[in-house]
């Protein structure tokens, strides 16, 4: 959009992963004279929201300045050497699939940050969390900037101890244990990835992702890529995460503070599913074809799975805990995004980009409004919350209310809004797979997962009756929206009722890279 | 511990063929410079022991002093051969100096000055944590037995004949013994030391019999010559070579803790004094690696399908039954700290044989995977120790659950243990504990070992759990009902005016270097991880 040298580019680009490295290390260092705030706190958290809306800054003037006439070019590149021993080059670089990921990924921090700003969750000092929240986000960016394979796995890594530490340290009920569960299933997951890695790298004989997708796997005999697919896939399917191994999810996500379950399912999931696309197609296509239908089968039994699992918690009587139920809807949604990769077509790829960036924008949105809910109530669980007839948010608190309708319809794929269009062309990609894959197995998956729609809409449904309807009762007024939290929520809003209407803005830029990849640079 | 001893040890089986046709080669010229590492420290050893007849009570802390430099000085040595081409008692008339390839029994390669280095800096740090201690050991036989294990170990990387190996192992060992059990009048040190002791003899004798059976077999002792006449081994023969060639293995696998041979450690450990412990741990290791590796890589290669699958079993038991004891460890117990980290120590220890077992399937250059780990560990775990020490002194239990709230207390030296720890474990922010992970993995790939990379990601994940829980402990909020710790941290506030260490208040000079140290050195090797990983990549033989 607006013309910028290539080298400001680059600094941009090592700014948004250096500087909340940087603001970690500050934030734990006593504040400067003149900075001092109104107490230790209160400095600690607004250099929090400093740092991060300077990344949220450099990261919107790097999409301003990216060409998107040429989304498919990786831009903003740095190719410096590091460890020369093990062949790791720090090489950085975005092109139409990572820029929406780095923007969205530096918006909900920034959101996070404003929100704690206000809100900050009980717990111990203020300045570790601080200092957390800037080691993940630079984590995060990281890994959707790196293209080099072992530099990915560092920053695949980098999350997982701030991860672990807001958790154990800020959530709720049962925190240690999810914690532990998260942090070890994750690490088993990268470990075994770490693994395949290098074998992919070690046989090809460089971990540059660009030079490797370029190759399209010419370099890497079939056997060598089925190896290497099942050993990454597991780490990022851990990740995503993909039925059977979600099962760190939902605990994560109950025991996790507000802040840590948006970045949780908004951005952490994200790095699953971004490796698939951005590893495994264009680097072991051949790996990719042997194991895509069993992607594909877990993938829909996820969606039915998490759809179930919805219906089980909302039904009354049943003690559902709203964030678990959201947690649940995410391992569906995910798996409309491995239904997607998992058809190898460029539909259905750019659905699964699509529907990324929709679920992080969307889940994002419901986890902080349930966790205002559950500030407002004491209390997430459904059945406490609804009593007899509901807990009447609508007459309560209007406007939360609203917003929560809002967000659940945006979930269950309404069409006008973000959530429709990657779950449709996750669909359409399934129906017409690429060539070699069983169309009738993906005819099947696809027919299952149409149905998983409905499950999902169901769900929805209930949640809206059960929270925002239901009897008035003789209850003083609940705190309805808060300033603090409209500016935190009201982007989020926004976008996706812009993706959801006018998805192009979005497939532009996806949809050359993903044909990029997909035909291995030759395009 | 004296170079001509070593000559006579190693030359002596040749003298007989030699002697006959040439008087001269009984003399022999020495390169100086190339053996002044450890012989430097050797010497520093007997004056320290000297030096402290003369010196009366109240100045024995010179003697810290002077061991300090020397080992500081034998340090310096090694920069002048940093080419690592220098070698020395060299027979078959070889020319000694630059360029000599014949046989040698002292060679100051890259593989030999990386080693020194790292047990001299081992040795050095052990010297460190010290200084505070000794005044209840006996400060002169104290210094000299750590100045001559530090010697022999220095020497052990560069030996390349069997019989300098066993004496450089022997003058590590030996003297270490007395370490552990300095601590006069405490039951636990005596019986830590005669544990050590019984098996570390066995360890050696084992060894000795097998080094009596390649010697007959082959005919010599130098490495290279063994290798090259294993290669045809006479038929009849064939058997004592292969059994030579197990016993001499076992031997060093006794050295390194490798399971089976690991019980020893944690009772070692927990009764030695803690600087001991963190020798052990680093020094003692490195001893045993680099002479498993030198007899392995360099002697026996043409057995490498025989001891090749025997190391990568033993690695993944060692890893495998070090993780699961630690994991089993009781916070609450006395000196879970120092046991929980001696399991570590044997469950890294299992990491550090992947690559030499690596190195049976493919090429040598794996071996470089082993030092840099080696390096890596070596700095983080005194670093672990160190603070270790600094929490020893006012929670003399040294439980882990002692650890519980030191951000509270000490903020820096909290913060460097979770580095270390994290290093240990291998995950951000301890980038190099990351990377030396990934070089080890990557060898295991490389060499086709897919199964005991598996094993090795699955322990990765189980020591994550403890050294994880470790950290988390550190930054939890102080227990309140803690008796002994704030009267401790009254008895100090006096002093803290006075002196107040960036690590907290009451931190001897000494521990706090300490811990600068290896920080600094853990945090500069994160951001260049390329300063001790280089060696993975290149063949330092």
Known sequence: MIDISESVMQFLLAFIVVIPLVGAVAALLPAPPGLKGSGPDQAVLRHGVTVTGAVLVAAIVLAAGFDHDHPSKMQATTDISWIPALDVRIHLGIDGISLPLLVLTALLTFLCALYSYFKLPAGPSPKAFVALLLVLESGTLATFAVLDLLLFFLAFEMVLIPMYFLIARWGGAQRQAAAWKFILYTLLGSVVMLLGLLLVGLKSGTFDMVALATDNGRGLTTSVQVIAVLAIGIGLAVKTPMWPLHSWLPDAHTAAPTVGSVLLAGVLLKMGTYGFVRILLPITPDGMHTFAPYLAAFAVVGIIYGSLACLALVRPGSKGDLKRLIAYSSVGHMGFVLLGIASMTPTGVNGALFANIAHGLITGLLFFLVGAVKDRYGTADLDTLSGATGAALYGRAPRLGGLLAFAAVASLGLPGLAGFWGEMLALFGSFDPADGLSRPAFLTFMSIAAFGTLLTAAYMLMVVRRVCMGEKREEPQLADVQTYEFAAWTPLVALTVLAGLWPAVLLGLTDPAVQKLLAGGKS | ?541
Request: glycine residues 8%.
């Open chain 2, 1 to 541: 511990m004296t170079p001509a001893v070593v000559t006579a040890g190693a030359a002596a089986p040749d003298l007989v063929t030699t002697a006959a046709e040439s008087t001269t080669s009984l003399i022999q010229s020495v390169d100086w410079l190339a053996i002044a590492p450890p012989v430097v420290v050797a010497a520093m050893a007997l004056i320290v022991l000297v030096t402290d007849l003369f010196l009366p009570e109240r100045r024995k802390p010179l003697l810290g002093a002077l061991a300090i430099a020397g080992l500081v000085a034998a340090l310096a040595l090694l920069v002048p051969l940093r080419d690592g081409n220098r070698s020395t008692f060299c027979i078959d008339g070889a020319a000694t100096g630059p360029g000599s390839a014949g046989a040698c029994s002292y060679t100051a390669d890259h593989f030999a000055l990386v080693i020194q280095a790292l047990v001299l800096g081992g040795a050095l740090l052990t010297a460190l944590l010290s200084l505070g201690d000794t005044r209840r050991l006996p400060a002169g036989e104290f210094w000299f037995l750590l100045l001559s294990s530090a010697s022999g170990a220095a020497l052990l990387p560069a030996a390349r004949d069997l019989a300098t190996l066993v004496v450089a192992l022997e003058v590590a060992s030996l003297p270490a013994f007395a370490l552990v059990g300095i601590k006069r009048g405490d039951r636990r040190s005596s019986e830590a030391a005669l544990k050590f002791f019984l098996s570390s003899v066995v360890a050696t004798a084992v060894m000795l019999l097998g080094v009596s059976f390649v010697y007959a077999t082959t005919g010599t002792l130098h490495l290279t010559e063994i290798a090259a006449r294993l290669d045809d081994v006479p038929g009849q023969l064939d058997t004592l070579a292969k059994a030579g060639v197990a016993l001499t293995l076992v031997g060093f696998a006794f050295k390194t803790a490798a399971a089976p041979f690991h019980f020893w450690v944690p009772d070692t450990y927990v009764g030695a004094p803690l600087p001991i412990a963190a020798y052990l741990s680093v020094v003692g290791k490195a001893v045993g690696f680099s002479g498993l590796i030198l007899v392995t890589v360099i002697a026996f290669p043409a057995y490498a399908d025989v001891w090749g699958p025997a190391l990568a079993v033993l690695a993944a038991l060692t890893m495998t039954i070090g993780n699961v004891a630690a994991l089993r460890q009781n916070a609450g117990r006395a000196r879970s700290a120092v046991r929980l980290l001696a399991w570590s120590s044997v469950a890294q220890a299992g990491y550090l044989l992947v690559p030499i077992a690596s190195a049976a399937y493919s090429s040598d250059e794996h071996i470089g995977s082993t030092v840099a780990y080696a390096l890596m560990y070596a700095v983080v775990n005194l670093g672990a120790f160190a603070v270790a020490a600094l929490v020893a002194r006012t929670s003399p239990g040294n439980r882990i659950t002692d650890y519980r709230g030191l951000y509270a207390t000490r903020p820096l030296a909290a913060l460097a243990m979770a580095f270390f720890l994290l290093c240990l474990a291998g995950l951000p922010p301890g980038i190099i504990g990351l990377f030396a992970k990934v070089t080890v993995f990557s060898a295991a790939v490389d060499a086709g070992l897919g199964w005991l990379a598996v094993v090795m990601a699955v322990n990765v994940v189980i020591a994550l759990y403890y050294y994880l829980q470790w950290t988390a402990t550190l930054f939890r909020a102080p227990e309140k009902a803690s008796e002994e710790t704030p009267a401790a941290a009254r008895e100090e506030t006096p002093a803290d005016g006075a002196v107040r260490a960036p690590t907290g208040h009451g931190a001897p000079a000494s521990l706090t270097v300490a811990i600068a140290l290896t920080a600094a050195a853990g945090v500069v090797l994160s951001g260049a991880p390329q300063t001790v990983l280089r060696f993975a990549a290149v063949n330092l033989f």
